[in-house]
């Protein structure tokens, strides 16, 4: 028997796992103002080469050769298609994002297939028993590493000169160009934090209490969407708070779905687009979207 | 003249079909401060734009001709090997990154710059602008309109620049602050920038300058020493009628009544 205190934690540690790709969502987003629909396809990717290399080199130099070539394919998609159409419309630039997901995305299926691949993580099914709640290990590590990382990224957007350089080119991008910002490097190293959050991401998305890899991991990973844009697409607070709010959703209303038959099933993949569209209804910038700062 | 002196040479930008700039030349020598007059849309952004490598922000393309800094040719370079090169700008509008804070703001001027020179430049920032220093938490867009434009000069003195380009810096503020920025500009020079002060307030820009030069849609029309234009009825009765305390005086001299006709005549021609 589940208990609330389950499914929230549950759901927090989900969310956790939501706001890590939402992260990577936003800091392209900010960087480029690009809406990045390829992200999915990024965190298909870093999965399949965890998957692929866990057998031969071990699980944790296959989880970094992951991060590294979810950042790559990230970097490379700048570098070799958003590069060319600087410039043009943004709308024009989330569109060419769409072509590339579907190109991406094809050929990982292809190599997936019909496999369900395991990414050979260590904490397998054990499961933490707290008197009455019980929490499954990987749950713990998903919201452990995605705090840290989390934090980590936090502090360095706002510390170091890559976080200024960041925030300078995404407030605008030609007064940052005045002031000697790298605009390509800024656009380059956002998509490849972004594919690196990502592949992190797909670890948590596959391991326990899911069976691992598969074709339909990609889908998982659009419930970031509503995530990040319930939060506001530029806000990295809102990228945080929309990765939990959409977690525990889904969580909720998977938990209590013996209760809610009469709307039907699979309310929980449904849930995290009806907390956005009332969101959205309310404050159509998302939670923490830009309002304009200015003094009169 | 001048080894390190900025060198604009028959330089024509467009926007698409539309001619901004029709074979401008001009010459900012090492330590000098030179002025660019003209109205709305003459093309002074443009120019600048042009220098500091930004024209296709805008859908713009230099068409001919060039920039110089010395013997280093600037017109084929990204922005931000342009301010590398020493030419920084403080664009119209002051354009502070309102949500990032003083400090954050100035930290993002210096990232074009070299990293030794980093402190000394912060140091030499608040010295000119003490007010930066007390503020260095706050968000840039909470302050006023005069302190964002101190900021926005500071933010481009980060970068440890030969050459500051200023884009109407006396825009939108009021006359005594419009005047203690003419002062640090003056004082800047002093210290060793050589300046290209872009303004529609012609009086303030002739008085800080030792060269002008006049842009009418797209062309330069009238260059000369800045006391020499001061003096020049095209420019009096063009760019001084409205603004010039000089023109004001006579006009007091001669009486209540022929002040206003003078002034208006000023403003219609």
């Given at each position: 028997?589940?208990t ?15 706001a890590?790709?939402?992260l ?11 809406v ?6 990024l ?14 080199i ?13 950042a ?13 159409y600087r ?11 769409i ?13 997936i297939?019909?496999d ?17 709640v019980s ?11 995605a ?5 980590a ?9 890559w ?17 000697g910002?790298?605009?390509g ?16 991401a ?6 326990f ?74 404050r ?13 | ?10 330089l ?5 079909p539309v ?9 900012v020598?090492?330590?000098?401060v ?25 859908g ?13 040719r ?36 210096a ?5 030794p020179g980093?402190a ?27 302190e ?7 933010r481009a003195?980060m ?19 419009a005047?203690?920025i ?10 060793g ?18 060269r ?12 000369g ?40 005549q000023?403003?219609d021609?």
């Amino acid at each position: 028997m589940s208990t609330l205190a389950e499914i929230l934690l549950n759901g927090l540690s989900l969310g956790s796992v939501y706001a890590l790709i939402a992260l990577g969502f936003v800091v392209i987003f900010r960087a480029t103002e690009v809406v990045n629909f390829a992200h999915a396809s990024l965190l298909l990717a870093g999965g399949y080469i965890t998957a692929t290399l866990h057998d031969d080199i071990g699980f944790w130099p296959a989880l970094l050769a992951g991060i590294a070539g979810a950042a790559l394919v990230g970097a490379a998609v700048e570098f070799l298609v958003m590069r060319r159409y600087r410039g043009s419309d943004h709308s024009v630039l989330a569109i060419v994002t769409i072509g590339v997901d579907i190109l991406l995305t094809t050929e990982l299926t292809r190599r997936i297939g019909t496999d369900v691949i395991p990414l050979g993580d260590p904490w397998g099914d054990a499961v933490l028993r707290l008197g009455p709640v019980s929490l499954a290990h990987t749950r713990i590590a998903a919201f452990v590493a995605a705090v840290l990382l989390i934090g980590a990224f936090l502090l360095a957007f706002r510390y170091t000169s890559w976080g200024v350089a960041m925030r300078a080119a995404a407030e605008s991008s030609e007064t940052a160009a005045l002031m000697g910002v790298r605009l390509g490097r800024v656009s380059l190293s956002a998509w490849a934090v972004a594919g690196g959050l990502a592949a992190v991401a797909a670890l948590f998305l596959t391991v326990f209490p899911t069976p691992g890899l598969e074709r339909a991991t990609s889908l998982a990973a659009l419930k970031a969407f509503p995530a990040a844009i319930l939060g506001g697409l530029d806000s990295t607070t809102g990228a945080l708070v929309g990765g939990l709010l959409v977690g525990v959703t889904e969580s909720l209303a998977t938990g209590y779905q013996s209760d809610l038959t009469f709307l039907g099933r699979g309310l929980g993949d449904l849930a995290p687009y009806l907390v956005m569209v009332a969101i959205l209804l309310i404050r159509p910038a998302g939670l923490f979207g830009t309002k304009e700062l200015a003094r009169v | 003249m001048g080894g390190s002196g900025l060198v604009v040479h028959d330089l024509s930008v467009g926007y698409g079909p539309v001619r901004a700039l029709r074979r401008v030349s001009l010459e900012v020598p090492e330590g000098a401060v030179v002025t660019v007059l003209g109205g709305n849309g003459a093309g002074k952004s443009t120019l600048l734009r042009a220098i500091s490598r930004t024209l296709s922000f805008h859908g713009g393309a230099v068409t001919e001709g060039g920039v110089r800094l010395g013997d280093r040719r600037l017109d084929a370079l990204p922005p931000d090997r342009v301010v590398a090169a020493g030419v920084s700008q403080v664009p119209e509008g002051r354009r502070v990154f309102a949500r990032m804070t003083v400090a954050d703001n100035l930290r993002a001027g210096a990232l074009g710059g070299t990293r030794p020179g980093r402190a000394a430049a912060l140091e030499r920032v608040h010295e000119l602008f003490p007010v930066l220093a007390e503020r260095a938490g706050q968000r840039a867009g909470l302050l006023s309109g005069g302190e964002q434009q101190m900021l926005a000069v500071a933010r481009a003195l980060m970068a440890g620049p030969k050459v500051l380009l200023l884009d109407e810096p006396s825009l939108g503020l009021a006359p005594l602050m419009a005047r203690r920025i003419a002062d640090t500009v003056r004082e800047i020079n002093a210290q060793g920038t050589s300046v290209l002060l872009v303004e529609q307030n012609a009086a303030l820009a002739l008085r800080l300058a030792t060269r002008a030069y006049v842009l009418e849609v797209g062309e330069v029309t009238l260059s000369g020493p800045a006391d020499e234009l001061a003096a020049s009825d095209e420019v009096r009765r063009r760019y001084l009628g409205v603004v010039d305390e000089d023109a004001v005086a006579d006009g007091e001299q001669a009486g209540g009544a022929r002040r206003t006709l003078t002034r208006w005549q000023g403003g219609d021609a």
